[in-house]
């Protein structure tokens, strides 16, 4: 079974601190996603990484960074978080060329006070 | 620019049948995909479409249709079990594979 693990359920920050999410997927995939999920709003794409070191902006990246130094590993970063970013982060991981079949993670819910 | 519509909530009885439908307008589509999530739970793949046409797996089915921009998932035989979100996903290919999600059709089963 395919399985991605998420470093923490539940997390509580200040507003300006710098926050790491890290995700570790266990079954070789090259491509890793990460979203937030927001009511009303669905699923939205921060980044995604296609590769060890590559990265590319997803539809709402503004705020966040990430990084990919091992294929099994990508962190999503808020260098300075805000309220605005509290919400249920999702890490996902899929194959090259099965990106239509994401394996999500548990998801950590973050909220920024 | 992209958009998908579903339905925001659809209700049903146990043993019924629904069809949660899904259209979608962008650039550089793919295929559709449908996910369910369970309160507190993470999304997980139901089915997915390349080609015009019906899907089946077991209870569920999914439906596309290229040249109207439309797909829907169909449920049958529901159980409680069956109570989710249902989300459908467009997949682009501009360069690089993603997933474009809708926001979500809360289904509601009832006894």
């Known amino acids: 079974d395919v399985k991605v693990t998420q470093s923490s359920r539940y997390l509580v920050k200040r507003t300006g601190e710098k926050v790491f999410l890290e995700c570790v997927q266990d079954?070789?995939?090259?491509?890793m996603f990460w979203y937030r999920q927001d009511p009303g709003l669905g699923l939205r794409l921060i980044y995604f990484?296609?590769?060890?070191?590559?990265?590319e902006k997803g539809d709402i990246p503004e705020g966040y960074s990430v990084s990919r130094e091992k294929k099994e590993r990508f962190s999503l970063i808020l260098e300075s978080a805000s309220t605005n970013q509290t919400s249920m982060y999702l890490c996902?991981?899929?194959?090259?060329?099965?990106?239509?079949?994401?394996?999500f993670g548990p998801g950590t819910r973050l909220t920024v006070t | 620019g992209q958009s998908l519509e579903q339905p925001s909530e659809v209700t049903a009885v146990e043993g019924a049948i629904v069809q949660i439908n899904c259209t979608y307008q962008t650039s550089g589509f793919y295929g559709l995909s449908w996910y369910q999530q369970h309160d507190g739970g993470a999304p997980t793949f139901l089915s997915y479409n390349a080609l015009d046409g019906l899907e089946e797996t077991g209870r569920f089915s999914s439906f596309l249709s290229r040249s109207d921009s439309y797909g829907y998932l169909l449920l049958q035989e529901l159980q409680m079990k069956d109570s989710a979100s249902y989300f459908c996903?467009?997949?682009?290919?501009?360069?690089?594979?993603?997933?474009?999600f809708g926001t979500g059709t809360r289904l509601l089963v009832s006894p």
């Open positions: 990484s296609y590769d060890v070191k590559m990265k």
């Open positions: 079954m070789d995939h090259e491509n």
């Open positions: 996902a991981s899929s194959y090259t060329q099965g990106a239509y079949e994401q394996y």
């Open positions: 996903a467009v997949r682009k290919n501009t360069g690089f594979q993603k997933l474009v």
